[in-house]
């Protein structure tokens, strides 16, 4: 089986998640040893649009299924803080004449995960029924947020319910140097092990 989504095995792909996610034992968490519910579908950045296709594909079979789920997509979250706080027009009124690094420290610290994103996604799985939440987006939001903090900051928050975090790049697993996630296969210093490729898991 595949470690990741390509061209070449959307269709495989699609089968193997809608077996997994469906399945009695990643809906009630069993063979974890006492990890968090925390799975990684990585894909290759460059069929973005076809797993953007696969995900609603899926989202539609699982719900007709009776298998409810919440999709949180990081970079529509980012801009929804941005609002709440009322300076997504001043971003976007400043963006052209700051650079790029001034830009990036001043999303970062309204987009902190700890402080503010964590608790705004809380806020969605309080006020939603759901049985599997996806994590979207994060190819969009990158260098604003970094995917590892955000599951780091959502170990206690979103351990309830199984948690899928789609991930343009590679979720690579060595004994020299862990684990890590390296966004679009380029990037690799995202250093995070408490997750399961879902590619890995049986149906």
């Not at 690579?172 to 890995?200: C, P, Q, V, W």
Request: hydrophobic share 45%; aromatic share 10%; glycine share 4%.
């Amino acid at each position: 089986m595949t470690s990741s989504i390509t061209a070449l095995n959307i269709q495989e792909s699609f089968d193997h998640l809608l077996a997994v996610i469906s399945g009695q034992r990643f809906l009630l968490k069993k063979g974890l040893g006492n990890e968090v519910p925390f799975f990684i579908c990585p894909f290759d950045v460059r069929f973005s649009v076809d797993v953007v296709r696969l995900q609603k594909q899926l989202v539609k079979r699982l719900e007709q299924s009776g298998i409810r789920v919440l999709e949180i997509n990081l970079y529509d979250l980012a801009i929804e803080i941005l609002k709440d706080r009322g300076i997504w027009e001043q971003i976007i009124d400043i963006e052209s004449s700051v650079s790029k690094n001034e830009l990036k420290e001043l999303l970062q610290g309204v987009l902190d995960p700890e402080a503010n994103l964590a608790p705004a996604i809380a806020s969605k799985l309080e006020n939603n029924e759901f049985e599997v939440l996806l994590l979207t987006g994060v190819g969009e939001v990158f260098p604003y947020i970094r995917s590892h903090h955000v599951l780091n900051n959502l170990q206690s928050t979103a351990k309830e319910k199984p948690t899928i975090m789609f991930f343009p790049g590679a979720y690579t697993h060595s004994i020299e140097s862990g684990a890590s996630l390296d966004l679009f296969e380029i990037l690799h210093d995202d250093k995070y092990y408490r997750a399961f490729n879902i590619f890995h898991c049986e149906a």
